[in-house]
């Protein structure tokens, strides 16, 4: 596609459930990335494709959060019994090659009740 | 490990006045810089990187940034900036060798007043 989807743009969620976020790469681009955007705290890094393998799972904040990628296209991030704490934007990027810096997503905004 | 610090996390500016935006980074390799802007309930879009060669790097938007390796700095400069330029502005980082992913600071609120 012309950019990085992510669907869905809004998502508001009871404490305890689990959400799936999914993540449409820009077509050919090997690298996708997962950040988390909260109020104030700039991005953190949660993980990182590359095909479809992940050789950094350092940033996902606990065994509650998953990813996976597959066809070296479409991710998907799974969170499972949500907190309140989980509430944030949740940022997807892809990257042909790292000097081309990433494209990223318009996000999706978590909200845990 | 890299890291960034955005020293302001938030500038009001005049319109049509310069602004800078000051990044500071920490290293113990060569690195690539960028400077990213998030507009409201939107994704982040790349303004500029220095990847090597000439120090000056020009962006979209007007925008541009010097990177000083002895002061570890890569500032973000506009010389007259206008209200659509508010927006929140992000420098990164990351190693020049490897796959390290980009760190990212936290943030800058340039907030331009009319």
């Known amino acids: 596609g012309a950019g990085v989807s992510q669907s869905p743009s809004n998502k508001v969620t009871e404490k305890g459930k689990d959400v799936e976020l999914r993540c449409d790469p820009i077509?050919?681009?090997?690298?996708l990335y997962w950040y988390r955007q909260s109020l104030g705290q700039g991005l953190e890094f949660l993980i990182y494709?590359?095909?479809?393998?992940?050789?950094?799972k350092s940033g996902l904040p606990s065994d509650r959060f998953s990813a996976e990628r597959t066809g070296g296209s479409v991710s998907t991030l799974t969170i499972q019994r949500t907190q309140q704490e989980d509430s944030a934007v949740y940022l997807c990027a892809s990257s042909r090659d790292r000097n081309y810096g990433y494209t990223f997503g318009s996000g999706t905004r978590l909200t845990v009740v | 490990a890299q890291s960034v610090t955005q020293l302001d996390s938030q500038v009001p500016v005049f319109e049509e006045a310069p602004v800078e935006l000051r990044c500071n980074y920490s290293s113990s390799v060569s690195v690539y810089l960028f400077w990213y802007v998030q507009y409201p309930n939107q994704g982040l879009q790349l303004l500029l990187k220095y990847l090597s060669g000439s120090t000056l790097v020009k962006g979209i938007n007007g925008f541009e940034a010097e990177f000083n390796k002895s002061q570890t700095s890569f500032h973000l400069r506009k010389p007259s900036v206008h209200i659509s330029d508010t927006a929140e502005y992000f420098c990164?980082?990351?190693?020049?060798?490897?796959?390290?992913?980009?760190?990212f600071g936290k943030g800058t609120r340039l907030s331009v007043i009319a």
């Open positions: 077509s050919g681009h090997t690298a």
């Open positions: 990164a980082v990351s190693p020049v060798s490897g796959n390290t992913p980009l760190v």
């Open positions: 494709f590359q095909g479809n393998s992940a050789p950094d």
